[in-house]
């Protein structure tokens, strides 16, 4: 949901895993802040992280970077990776929507593209579609 950032990344290899206490350290940013945060996920099968905060707005970039540690310390860190919080569904519908019927099992359906901050990355159109007198329940997709 808008308001959080969730980051995954895959665990390193147990051959890599030395020493007890293991985890990884995640540092992340608001991309152009200069204050880094940092979360500390324990448990070498850890594979994400949640942030949750009321003020971040939809599709922000986030700076994020991660090292493992164990009780001896910590690891290299990875180079930074750019991640987007969660994406707000469109809330605008399509415009001039018009359809034709081409055959007896065909249409031509256009419609003008979404103008707008989509808060999100846009990835396509969802057409439902019912015979006259049906219900739109019964619509196919």
Known sequence: PPGELIVNWTP???EYQNGDGFG???SFRRQGSTHWQTARVPGADAQYFVYSNESVRPYTPFEVKIRSYNRRGEGPESLTALVYS???EP??????VWAKGV???EMNVTWEPVQQDMNGILLGYEI???KAGDKEAAADR
């Open 12 to 14: 390193m290899s147990r």
């Open 24 to 26: 990884y350290l995640l």
């Open 86 to 88: 969660a994406e707000e």
């Open 91 to 96: 809330r605008v519908a399509p415009t001039k």
């Open 128 to 130: 439902r579609y019912w």
């Open 103 to 105: 055959s007896s099992s």
